[in-house]
């Protein structure tokens, strides 16, 4: 069974970091290109940050340039998404894919392995 977990959503304050984990099994995500997305009730999921299979693409969406930084453990079979100085417009839930496609789009209908999701929430 091919599965994503992700882990280290929570709630912080503005200018805050959160390191969000996506954890993979049943395949070896070295060989997948991943990407996070986010969700807000009654929005499209959007495209944050996508990192290819080799590791040398990256792509980030312009909302998060310079704040936000995917990468990945290999060895752990492990994603990650380190955000910081988050914003309340940063507030959703996160969602990281896999894809066996080698460019990073920020295109949800690529990705065919999904994780169930961690909210993220910026408050004062």
């Known amino acids: 069974q091919l599965q994503l977990v992700e882990s280290g959503g929570g709630e912080v304050q503005p200018g805050g970091s959160l390191r969000l984990s996506c954890e993979a099994s049943?395949?070896?995500?070295?060989?997948?290109?991943i990407a996070w997305f986010r969700q807000t009730p009654g929005s499209e999921r959007e495209g944050v940050s996508g990192l290819s299979k080799e590791g040398g693409i990256t792509s980030d969406a312009d909302f998060v340039k310079g704040r936000f930084t995917v990468s990945r453990d290999n060895a752990k079979n492990t994603a990650y998404l380190q955000m910081n100085n988050l914003k309340p417009e940063d507030t959703a839930v996160y969602y990281c894919?896999?894809?066996?496609?080698?460019?990073?789009?920020?295109?949800?209908?690529?990705?065919?392995?999904w994780g169930q999701g961690t909210q993220v929430t910026i408050s004062s």
């Open positions: 894919a896999a894809s066996p496609y080698g460019t990073p789009a920020l295109a949800p209908n690529v990705y065919k392995i």
């Open positions: 049943g395949f070896p995500l070295e060989s997948y290109t």
